[in-house]
């Protein structure tokens, strides 16, 4: 076929349309790649998304945020900090990321006290956080701070044996208590023998296994801020009520004598049978959604014997399998109901509210208490065990009046460590030593061997 002039121009033309339809569809693929795009982390852990913690808690922030980092013309740390925050903006597309170069804002940095280069400041709702953990949980914690509508005040009380809410100890709540100021809440100690008046702005007031007797004006303290509508958590144990029995009354409790002994926890490999294995949990918001064992060590079982002032709620309960054991814990334990021991379920977690007055502006509030039989649970020596540390957070956070944040876990680091035998470290040296060098050597004189044949 002869190609005529008029026929080269057609095909001139054709290339031309052709080369710019496929720049324009290029384009446009570029275009989409930036609105639009999947991806996939086969990582170990998940390690770069976003944790269930860190996505339920964007979930919360209903407004945008911002976060401003503040880190010098820092190729390496910049790109730090955008590889961290890149999920976030991914999950919440109304997250603003502003990097600022310290140097040329010197008046801006000391109104906000940064001190370190690579420090994050975010904003949420008119309230600011200041980060220098560059790390996800660092991040989260921040945000969950920043979720909160008010700073919430946590008072422990002391000087009778109690909890230390930041002690170091097996017996203290170090790990629980550095775990909720990292939530954003305030944690103070209180001793009524050094300061009479109960600190004002008080959210929540705690009773953490006391070993000393309360003394009766002590105890009227207690309850006339509970008559006025506070909140509390009372974390008890088996054995003597330490002089809190009229408070007790005061709440429509009573606790069963002894100590509670579960069978179940032998089948968990468990050789003490005062450990208390919580498996299912009653309908109620400290436990919606949650579904992991909790372990309670020498736990006493409540129940709720006056129903006029407040509303009673068990939210942990034993399972069939277990009683209050009134006898000695020697040899044989077995159930005895002709000594006043019950079969269980037994409560060991229980929830009071009532409807409260506030002022003329606001409408009727609610008292929230929680009264647990152990708090063993929440100690550094047995805090990490299934979901303790978890429920606490939930306990807490409900007597808040943060339900909001209730099923939020709390954000544990993934283990990411490889751990080999010495027989599995020889048989790997040897394979790609001996073994993988000598079969390409094998391979190699194959093939020269055929082709000199051929």
């Known amino acids: 076929m002869k190609i005529d002039r008029k026929i080269h121009q057609q095909i001139r033309l054709q290339n031309l349309l052709f080369t710019l339809l496929f720049l324009i569809l290029v384009g446009l693929l570029g275009w989409l ?34 976060v401003t980092v503040y880190a010098r013309e820092n190729n390496e740390l910049r790109q730090r900090i955008d590889d961290l925050l890149a ?35 975010i ?71 050094k300061q009479a008046a109960l600190p004002e702005n008080t ?3 705690v009773i953490a296994s006391p070993q000393v007797s309360y003394l009766p004006g002590e105890v009227d303290i207690i309850r006339d801020y509970l008559k006025k509508g506070g909140n509390l958590l009372w974390l008890t144990e088996p054995g003597d009520s330490r002089g809190l029995r009229d408070l007790a009354a005061f709440l429509g409790i009573t606790f069963l004598p002894g100590v509670i002994v579960d069978t179940t926890a032998g089948l968990l490999g468990i050789d003490d049978p005062t450990f208390v294995v919580v498996a299912q949990y009653p309908i109620h918001p400290v436990t919606r959604n949650f579904e ?26 034993t399972l069939p399998g ?24 037994l409560t060991l977690g229980l929830s009071l509210t009532r409807t409260i007055d506030t002022t003329p502006e606001q409408a009727p509030g609610q008292q929230r208490i929680v009264i647990i039989g152990d708090g063993d649970f929440l100690s550094n020596s047995y805090l990490g065990n299934g979901g303790n540390l978890d429920l606490g957070l939930n306990v807490v956070q409900w007597a808040l009046h943060n339900d909001q944040l209730i099923d939020i876990p709390a954000k544990t680091n993934p283990d990411t460590r490889l751990t080999l035998s010495e027989l599995t470290l020889a048989l790997i040296a040897f394979g790609f030593m001996i073994l993988l060098p000598l079969s390409l050597f094998g391979f190699g004189m194959f093939i020269w061997w055929r082709r000199r044949r051929a």
């Open 33 to 66: 790649s930036q609105r639009y795009f999947l991806e996939w982390d086969w990582t170990a852990a998940g390690r770069h998304s976003l944790s269930e913690a860190s996505r339920k808690t964007l979930d919360k922030l209903a407004g945008p945020v911002k």
């Open 203 to 205: 959210t929540l007031l």
């Open 87 to 121: 999920p976030y903006r991914r999950y919440k597309p109304d997250l603003e990321i502003v990097f600022v170069n310290p140097d040329l804002h010197p008046d801006k940095i000391r109104e906000l006290g940064i001190t370190l280069d690579g420090e994050l400041v």
């Open 292 to 317: 992991t064992l909790t372990l309670f060590p020498q736990a006493r079982a409540i129940e709720a014997a006056n129903e006029e002032t407040f509303s009673p709620a068990p939210f942990l309960q």
């Open 123 to 193: 904003e949420y709702g008119g309230r600011r956080e200041k980060i220098h953990d560059l790390s996800e949980q660092g991040m989260t914690n921040a945000l969950l701070r920043l979720a909160q509508s008010q700073e919430k005040k946590i008072l422990f009380l002391q000087g009778h044996g109690e909890r230390d809410p930041l002690g170091d100890a097996n017996f203290d709540l170090g790990q629980f208590g550095h775990t909720l100021q990292q939530r954003g809440m305030q944690i103070e100690k209180w001793n009524p023998g």
């Open 322 to 345: 277990s009683w209050n054991e009134t006898d000695p814990l020697e040899g044989r334990v077995v159930f005895d109901p002709d000594r006043g021991e019950k079969e269980g379920p």
